[in-house]
Every structure is written in C-alpha cells, then in structure tokens.
C-alpha cells in the first residue's frame, strides 16, 4: 500500500513540476509573479515588459523560449524564409514538438516559402506540430501564374489582402510581437540587407489575449491546412519528398555556434532579457479581425481605429518610426486635425531613406508626398542611413557580416556590402503611450493587411522607446528632410505647380521644395523649422546614397514617383 502512495505522490509531484512555466528558466520567476496578479483577471495590469531591439538578442531569445516551452507554442508571421535562420527556428520546434509541445504556425502565404517537399516535410513530420497558411491562391501551395491571375479575377481582395501579423505566444504565459518577420534579414544574419528592427518581450496576462487573437486566424476560413493544398497533398500520397532526419540536414552553416550555447546559458538569458523586465501600468494587446474591412471607421480594423484614438489624444508631442511612409487622404486628414487642435504639436518620424529603403515604391510615394508632410502637417522627417553611425551599437555582428559579404562579393554572388535598412514600427505619444507593433505607416496597414501590437500606458517605458527612436534621429544616424533655401517667390510657385501635380496620375514635376540635409560639421543641431536651419546643415540633395548621378534606383523612384498614385491606396 505505501508503494502505490509512493507512486501516486510521485506522479502527483511530476503533473504539478510540468505545470509549473519557465521553471528551468531564469524567466521561471517572473512568469510565477505574472500568474499570481492574473487571478485578479486584469489583462491590462500585472505583466511586464522589455523592448527587444538587436536582432541577434531577438534570436536568441526565441531559441531559449522555444526550448524551455512546456505545453504551446503559437507562430503567426507574414515571412517564413527557407534561409538558415529559418531553418534553425523550425528544427527548434520540431524539437519541442518531439518533447510534446504543442506547436501551431500561421504563415501568410505570397512571401514564405513554397517548396513542396519541404512543406510536406513539415505537414508530417509530427501530429504535434501543424501548419497553415493565410489565404493561400486556389488552395495550392505554389499556385502557376494562371492560377493567380484566375484567383485575382475571382476576388482581387482576397489575394491582396494578406495577414501582417508577427507574433509568438510561448504557454500562453510570454509573447513577442512587433516587426520582426522570419528570415536572416530581421536577426542579422544577413550578407547584404538586414533590417533595423524592434519588438517588445511581454510576460504575463497580455499573453493570454494574444494567444486568443491567435485563435481566431486559426479558426478563419481562409487559414488551410498544409494537407488541404492540392499540390502539398498530392506530394504526401507520393511518399516522395525530402525528409530532415538529422539536425546536419538543416544546414545551418557556421551561423549559430555561440547561439546554441547562450540559449542555455541562464547568466546570458539573466542579463540580456530578464533584468531588462519592467513591470507597465496598462498594457492592451490590439489586433485586427482576420479578413479586416477597410477604413478608419470600420469595426474589424480594430488596429487602426485603436491607434488614431490615440493620436487624438495628444498634446505636445508624437514620435514615430515607420519603414514606410505613405499617408492615405484620411490619415493626412487626421493629422491636419490634430495640429488644428493643439498647434505647439511637434511631430517627428523616423523613416527609411533612399539609400536604405526595401521597397522602392513606397519610397517613392513618400518623395511625392514629401511636400505635403513637411509643409501642409509641418512633420520633422529623418531618414535613416544604410550605414549609420551608430551602425556597431545597432549590428554587433557587421565585422564578421562583412567577412563573409566580401568572400561573396568575390564570388559574385551579391552585388553590395552589408547595410541597414530600417523596419521598425513604433509610436510614442507625449511621453505617456506608446505602441510597438507590426503597423506600418501605409494604406496597406491602415486598410488591407491584418496588423498586431501593444499599446502601452507608461511613462517609463514611452520615454525609452522615444529615446531609442530620436537616437536613430541623430544626425550621425539619419539625414533630415528640410525645405531648401529657393527665393519666397519661386518657393511658393513651385509648392503650388508640385503640389496640384501630385494630384494628377502622372507627376512630372521634376523640382521638390524639400530635400534632404546633412549637420556641418562642428554645428549644432536645431529643428528644420529654425530660422538658422540653413546655417547649421548643408544640402545633400534629394537622393543622397545614390551609386552616381542619376542612378538606376533614382530613376525608378523619379518614374515611380510620376505614375504612382493610382497605386498609393494599395502600397
């Protein structure tokens, strides 16, 4: 009779061990404080958080989490790359799948990767790990041209409308969102582009309601199965696709040596995340409805109308980085309306220049509407700089980047050194509120995509982000968008003629009022709106960075620029 005791305390002991979170991990006690204020059932109080800003901590960190994970693991991300961060993380949660966890992956279908045998690979790999994919074109995996277009012509919304969302949930306890997509670019692990980055680490009640937004793209009609697609399906039957049977058969390279030790190691885990931890006042988890209408009224673009409350609410000032920087009619409309109500507003943006920017159309569209932010919502715009200089403190990891980058260089198997393109997507709203999430500053986000992230009521932590975002603003880090020094007359004439041009769907007028500056050396820094401005910065022209005069990339963005304002609403 004491041996069945004995036994049954044992097992007893062992079910309550395995339902304690994170108990092998220095993040174990934080989790233990954040379930213990759940039960007063605030998701809005009780979790702290930290801003994950590097990219290789931002690895790391998910590495350690995926491995100390005990029940779930939920992924929801618009990029999967078959790269070897990619790679890395699926074979972690294979792993953790194989120890009985239970891992669910939302991919957003275009833009992750579409080998078959590697998508039957994983439709099968195990019962405890299962994929699915948002909105997928004709229920393939890898549609043909013909069936893209023919899905186009059934419903161009349904294939233009994709999820944006970043987001993982570890045992419905920690979660990390923010802008960070999966792939070698967003964790520094890239030879060529990688992205300046930030997402926010969150421990506590907030997980929850992620975890059940996440839910609800589960649940969505347009989330398929990898078993559902008829080509995935028909690759299954056929037995016939690679299997990864070993960890070499990921082909992680030279990558992650350092990385599978620290995720171990709790003295790193400690420092590098746990002590960055601070408990917030408010913190409320925003997310769009899958599918999402369009609009600021609409009540399934939940993210959109949650952020312009925001807005509204301020007095003094707003900070923002955005990668992009394309306001729709309805979006200058609010800032108009915002500086009409409180006229000491400053507003400031931190964003992409031409030289460091991803996406060339956007860019664009943000150089024809240049006039109008600086001008018309007197916006003080920085443009990020590729190589900044602050570019050891953002990228560690660039010596050894560039070691390998000049080795493919000579290969030719690339075209240009490692630089940085900026991707983060932050607010900060008079030192009180802020967000960090997947929201870019574009129609897409405001309208089309399905968007994520936390918005924050905390002075503390605001006042941090807004010092992150303006040491990006630095003048060793970003160039600024000034009005150039062009006699009042001629000033006004070209802001009138550029200004009714940009209305226009063709834009041919070739002369901006703005352009971008650079500080003298030994000067000191004042506002573009300063009367001394031009004596303390010197002109670099609208396309500083450039590869020459005239360069492929510059008259792409000055044709862009002319024809592309019928595609603004859909950027």
Request: aromatic share 10%.
């Amino acid at each position: 009779m004491k041996i069945f005791l004995l036994i049954g305390l044992l097992f007893a002991t062992a079910v309550a061990s395995a339902a304690i979170p994170f108990e092998n991990s220095p993040l174990g006690p934080v989790v233990a404080t954040a379930l213990s204020e759940e039960a007063n059932h605030d998701a809005v109080q009780g979790s702290q958080l930290a801003i994950l800003s590097g990219g290789y901590d931002a690895l790391l960190l998910r590495v350690h989490l995926i491995r100390q994970a005990k029940t779930s693991i939920v992924v929801q991300t618009f990029i999967w790359t078959n790269d070897e961060t990619g790679r890395l993380l699926i074979y972690e949660l294979i792993e953790a799948a194989r120890r009985g966890v239970k891992v669910r992956i939302i991919a957003d279908h275009p833009f992750s990767d579409q080998n078959l045998d590697t998508v039957a690979f994983l439709a099968t790999v195990h019962p405890n790990l299962e994929l699915k994919h948002y909105r997928p074109a004709m229920e393939r995996m890898k549609p043909t041209f013909f069936h893209t277009i023919l899905a186009s012509l059934y419903s161009f919304h349904d294939v233009n409308q994709r999820m944006h969302n970043k987001l993982m949930v570890f045992d419905g306890a920690i979660m990390i969102t923010g802008g960070r997509n999966i792939e070698n670019t967003y964790f520094d692990h890239s030879t060529e582009l990688n992205f300046r980055d930030r997402d926010v680490l969150a421990v506590g009640p907030v997980a929850r309601e992620a975890a059940e937004s996440f839910e609800e793209f589960w649940n969505y009609r347009h989330s398929v199965s990898s078993r559902d697609l008829t080509d995935v399906a028909a690759v299954i039957a056929r037995h016939d696709y690679r299997v990864f049977a070993t960890k070499s058969d990921y082909d992680f390279g030279s990558y992650f040596g350092a990385m599978d030790h620290e995720a171990n190691d709790a003295a790193v885990i400690s420092t590098r995340f746990v002590a960055r931890l601070k408990p917030v006042k408010k913190v409320t988890f925003i997310c769009d409805e899958p599918g999402k209408a369009r609009g600021f009224q609409s009540h399934t673009a939940r993210i959109t109308r949650e952020l312009k409350m925001t807005l509204e609410q301020a007095k003094t000032s707003i900070v923002m980085q955005t990668p992009y920087l394309v306001l729709s009619p309805a979006a200058q409309q609010l800032f108009q309306e915002i500086q009409e109500k409180n006229p000491g507003l400053r507003i400031r943006v931190s964003s992409n220049s031409f030289a460091s920017t991803d996406n060339l159309l956007a860019y664009s569209a943000n150089y024809r509407l240049r006039n109008e932010y600086v001008q018309a919502l007197k916006f003080e715009v920085h443009e990020f700089k590729p190589l900044p200089g602050a570019l050891l403190e953002h990228f560690p990891q660039y010596p050894l980047i560039a070691q390998l980058a000049k080795t493919r260089l000579a290969e030719g198997k690339q075209t240009r050194m490692p630089f940085l393109c900026l991707h983060a997507k932050s607010l900060v709203v008079d030192d009180r509120i802020a967000f960090i999430g997947s929201y870019n500053l574009d129609p897409r986000s405001e309208n089309l995509n399905t968007e994520v992230g936390l918005l924050i009521e905390d002075d503390a932590f605001a006042q941090a982000l807004r010092q992150e975002i303006e040491r990006d603003m630095r003048p060793e880090n970003s160039w600024v968008i000034a009005r150039r020094a062009l006699p009042l007359g001629l000033e006004a004439v070209n802001g009138m003629i550029g200004g009714v041009m940009s209305l226009s769907p063709i834009d041919l007028w070739p002369i901006q009022n703005t352009s971008s500056f650079e500080l003298i050396p030994g000067a000191i820094e004042v506002p573009p709106d300063d009367p001394a401005f031009h004596q303390h910065y010197r002109e670099v022209g609208s396309f500083p960075g450039t590869d020459g005069l005239l360069s492929n990339k510059e008259i792409m963005t000055r044709l862009y620029k002319a024809v592309g304002s019928t595609l603004t609403p859909i950027m």
